[in-house]
């Protein structure tokens, strides 16, 4: 079985965004981290998160092929 890897980088859209959210931002980042618990359960997130400083956050996935 092969194996791709891909990589996306979530940035911000302001840079107090990860300590003052507004109701509906936090009702996507809720259902952004939903969606990633059911990939990792599926074996296809490798890695997910933010950057110590918040200034980004790093997703690693797997494609089965």
């Known amino acids: 079985m092969e194996t791709t890897e891909f990589l ?14 507004t109701s509906e931002e ?3 980042l809720s259902s ?3 969606y990633l618990k059911n990939l990792l359960g599926a074996d296809k997130l490798v890695l997910a998160g ?7 956050g790093v ?3 797997l494609k089965y092929e």
């Not at 933010?50 to 980004?56: G, K, N």
């Open 59 to 61: 997703v690693i996935l």
């Open 32 to 34: 952004h981290f939903t």
């Open 8 to 21: 996306y980088q979530i940035k911000p859209i302001r840079l107090d965004f990860m300590e003052n959210q």
């Open 50 to 56: 933010p950057c110590l400083d918040a200034s980004f």
């Open 26 to 28: 936090q009702n996507v």
